[in-house]
């Protein structure tokens, strides 16, 4: 196959986004035309949707702020001091606007779907099914549409317009440029996942001690003045903050292992064109397969439980089993040195989220062993709740662990075909572009398994809304159901999160040292190699000529860094990283704690002014609840956002690359362990309360529920703010760190 | 000053052992002529003491088996396949059972002191703290006599018995074998934290749930079946398994420094032995003037609590200051080179030591904000006592990591001597060896600190004497003063305990290699050299004659393994490391709620098969409870004692010396900063309810109360069980790996 069927095969990916984009468009309008129900509906949907755009409009006021800042800082770096790459600023902000975007459809559709859900809901299983799942295929397919969309732009705009003096750099230069954006979605998806984290868990937990453990009114009752800000906050946490999360996945896996390509590539002309389009293509076609998998989930009127989830795990596996079929076409029709072993890559990673996907729903769902544990514990009160949940949820970080190991070292090996030496500087490039790719792998369909996820918060919202529009008993059985059938598929969606992220991450760190090697050519180009060497202050640095910096792998840093197990300030590295996973997570924490204080006081104060409130006879004020989640949501997510931002920089700074290196090697496993550990305690105690609530240990009421209770509290900053904000945390430190790279190599003291 | 000066100071090492020996036998005879009380007192110290004999017994029965299995494995290894040193399973032995003894007596003596204390205190608090401080002392003077007297021993018969061809290696080889003796100590001491860890908290935790939740009575109180475990427990847990914690600590430090010393003066005859003895004279003189410190410690009649307390401190900061004048006295008299450079980073060690002592104090004490935040928060229920007391202990974590990052740094730069060339092969062996002697610096003083440490519950004890004794109430308020100083120096103490790990385990680390190099050298004398190159399956261990492999340093094995941080073997070991950490606290955190799960059907079988023991008519089956306590300890501790040792095993089977230091960086990094978030966290409950108890925010028996019994009993096993074990699983997993080093060269896949 040639050069120019490669370049027509690029138009795919471009295509693929308009297709997304336009289903999305056409599922957003049949949404649309349905029935929003009662009068009493309407009015609750439209608080809760005012109090979302409100949120919203307050969370992008600061973020843009902050983009708006780091643009400068960005701009100064690049046409000031000339130490960064100019299209960075540029980058960064289109990055951050896609992200932002994608969450705020996503949002947008699910405050208008949950009415119509439960209305859909009165009429049958089945038909609410449909209006939740095509609903939360909207925000699946926004993702992958504006991601890709983002993607062809900015390779188009950088084709045209980066043709460097060294014609055989120009795709690393491109490819390295693109992974730019990467940070600005970033950002974006911390400052939505922390932010709407806080949010979500501040009002969730402050509705719950007061409403639930005092006053003793069921959950989502009219009468708790928090409970607008509680469904409010399962829009702006699980949906804005999920999609901003995973179109950062996403478009990062892509463009990490284009980067990884050209490295693997370098001067292979043609070759290097392939590998840079492979992950690219592998994700364009995975939105083809997602969409005809989306339109395969539906089932008989009056289906059961068993038939829905059969309905939507069909969908999931076809485009499963497809895409791993299609990437051996892909990969073939490239014609790829090693595409058979690259195929295997991609199958590695899909194989490795469905496997964590199965660990977490097993660890998590009450249909297994060790929820129904954590559930008979609570016989013994609130304390041995939480210590059988801690204990689970960090017995449960091994299998993923374990997985994500052997898909590391199968990915790798696959790549280099099993060579026997592993290690070469050939192989080591074409291994690492091997776990690139099966990061890809496993996100590929993120169009349907988002879809999947997406509309779990729907559905819980329109039992919220059903609840509160006081409809018949049975459509609130129906839309539970629905829910319940969301948290399955939520855990297996949550393992391809937090898998591709762990992936990802480890893309990100090769392609740092590549960002590097561009930052010292600048020096060299700018200031001559001498300049170079003593900027960096490594004596190893034994570098003789510009082309040996030019022809240098990664092995070479790897020397010339000295970055091994042995050198201080890797270890010191290293233990920062992992610190600062727990310092994130702490913080988050505490934010929660003081957000929902808040909450509480004021529930209280609602409560014991008008005693109206629990007589039903007055309406709270749940806009005074909005505002106090908002407010708090706002001040809090600042303080552990920029310190993750700001920890690779001062790290570069102070330790040099070896130091960013091993900050990012700890942030990264420390980080993914931990995420794994509360994303599963919280999991865990959440349906060990609700397997109690089905009548089990005495069922609802009994000291054993109220013991459950405690464990779902505690859980709710552990799976929904802190856990998940993780995921971001470790690749935005890698992010940050590439886009710096020019600043840690014109900078740093030891 | 010549080698035969040298030769002769060595004997300052078995003397300083004997005077700490002598010492603790004094002090033990001293503490036996009090009196023991009413007869009701010796009673019940009877009945503890019997039930800690006990449980000793079966534990130390459970471990024999276990030695003896790794004892025959080693042989095998050693004799039959010739793969491992022949000294092994001798050193391996010894080491476990000196750590045992140094248990066994620190617990004999606790349980003789607890009424003795209780008895003294009736006369005046002063003469309380003399018998508690005194019979703590005992403790800490065993545990270092014991450890410089293996050390010693071992030394002579190696000396003698070693003397290769090549005697330049002889110091190499002596000093490495040694460090084998520091796996039987770990061994012995991991399965005495996690087996006491789960025995005190089952028990306390049981205790706790029924008797204070349940049924309303206070601590202590004779008519809580589980109370005399729970007084066992204090001796099993606190004393026999720190005292066997801090022994394989301080021989670990010393005898890893010993080894990095003869790494790094190879060759330099004199001075190499300078460097080894070096670590052992400070030790030695640190026992010098911990005795001296001990007699320090006394205070008027009639002293108050602040008296008491600038008191304990006059001894320990008397023993710190003077170490870290004698530590350049003697670098200086020994002409080490470098040795203002060594001195300083003996002081850094020191410095480390005290700020992380300090920042526990503020973290975990009701003076300061972080504990009465966490007190505050109760009064919206244990739910947000748990949320603020994780978000706290992860909080925590930031500065202790910074303060051994920063010593790490500061320890390696000054034993380099500020060097420009901070990484080349001779300035790596100067920093490491730093670095192992800021640990020994850090534990030089054990005699005292640990002293000031196992006072702590021996009080806790003599309180619950005084209490099931019936004895007048400001006795009990006496030992209550006591047990809060404990608590207060007892921080300080955790502080030095898991610093000290962190710098050791690094410091076995280094040594780590050498083993492997030793290994290397055994089948390049066996087999030849190309069979220790094909052994290892490594291409690019490009080792050209067994001269270079004689002369390599750190650097030329992290080149010839690929150590760096791009091989996905060093990666995937990472991962694996930090997911230990997490997984064996999760299973011990499930072996505490199984157990203390049964402990609390025991007690609410009693009292509703007995109504007369609530009534106080009948005595409750003390025994019952101890017996399940024992066995539930017993039953629980091998799966996690286990899984310790087989991981490096497996990991170095499977991957090679790149995975197996990729598992200890990735073990100790995280298992660093998850034991001091949990120890943290742990002791901020304990606090918090304390002060709560104090008349704040409702006092005794509040809503607030009840939700901080929550917290500290989650805390329990945080602090007193999965913390601490910690320490000893991250040197544990080096020891192993140590150990395990031949197996590791002669067997390995990939």
Known sequence: MDMDITGYLFYLVPAASLVALLFAYI????????????????????????????????????????????????????????????????????????????????????????????????SSLNKGLKVAFRSGAVMGLTVVGLGLLDISIWYMVLDYFINPEDISQKLTIITTTMLTFGMGASTQALFARVGGGIYTKAADVGADLVGKTEAGIPEDDPRNPATIADNVGDNVGDVAGMGAD????????????????????????????????????????????????????????????????????????????????????????????????????????????????????????????????????????????????????????????????????????????????LLSKENLSFGLYGIGIAAVGMLSTLGITLATDAYGPIADN????????????????????????????????????????????????????????????????TSGLEAAVRNLNTESLALESKEALHNAGFADFMTWFDVNLMNPKVLVGIFIGAMLAFLFCGLTMGSVGRAAQKMVEEVRRQFSSDKGILDGTSTPDYARCVEISTRSAQREMIGSSLLA?????????????SGVLGLLVGGLSSGFVLAVFMANSGGAWDNAKKFVEEGNFGGKGSYAHKATVVGDTVGDPFKDTSGPSLNILIKLMSMVSIVMAGVTVALNIL
Request: aromatic residues 10%; hydrophobic residues 50%; glycine residues 10%.
């Open 246 to 421: 995973l179109y950062e996945s996403y478009c990062g896996s892509v463009l990490a292992t284009a980067a990884l390509g050209a490295s693997a590539f370098i001067g292979q002309g043609g070759m290097q064109v392939k590998a840079v389009f492979a992950p690219m293509l592998i994700a364009a076609v995975g939105v083809f397969l997602s969409v005809i998998g989306i339109f395969l989930v539906k089932t008989k009127e009056n289906a059961g439980m068993g038939q829905l989830l059969k309905s939507l795990s069909l969908g999931v596996n076809f485009s499963s089993v497809l895409i791993a079929i299609f990437s051996f076409i892909i990969l073939y029709a490239l014609g790829l040195t090693h595409w058979l072993g690259i195929s295997f890559s991609v199958l590695t990673g899909l194989c490795a989220g469905i496997i964590i996907g199965k660990t977490t729903e097993y660890y998590t769902s009450h249909s297994y062993k060790p929820t129904k544990k954590i559930a008979e514990s609570a016989q013994t009160g609130p304390a041995t709740v939480i210590i059988s949940g801690v204990g689970t949820g960090m017995i449960s970080t091994a299998i993923p662990v374990i997985t994500i190991g052997v898909a590391i070292i199968l990915a790798y090996l696959c790549a280099t075909e099993f060579s026997a030496d």
């Open 27 to 122: 599922f957003y309008r049949n949404m649309l035309r349905q029935d929003e129900g009662t009068p009493k509906m309407k009015e609750i949907a439209s608080f809760v949707r005012q109090g979302a755009m409100a949120y919203l409009k307050q969370q992008y006021k600061v973020v843009v702020i902050v983009f708006l800042v780091l643009a400068a800082v960005f701009a100064f770096l690049a046409y000031g001091l000339k130490i960064q790459n100019g299209w960075v600023p540029f980058a960064f902000l289109t990055g951050g606007f896609f992200s932002g975007l994608a969450g705020f459809i996503g949002m947008k559709t699910a405050t208008y779907a949950s009415a119509r859900t439960a209305n859909a809901a009165r």
């Open 645 to 657: 931002i700001a920890a690779p920089v001062a790290v570069g700074i102070l330790l040099g690359v």
């Open 462 to 525: 329109a039992g919220g809304n059903a609840q509160m529009s006081g409809l018949e008993p049975e459509v609130r059985d129906r839309t539970d159901v629905l829910d319940a059938l969301g948290n399955t598929t939520a855990a297996t969606g949550k393992g391809f999160a937090i898998g591709s992220a762990a992936l990802t991450a480890l893309a990100l760190l090769a392609s740092y040292i590549e960002e590097i090697k561009i930052a010292l050519l600048r020096v060299a180009d």
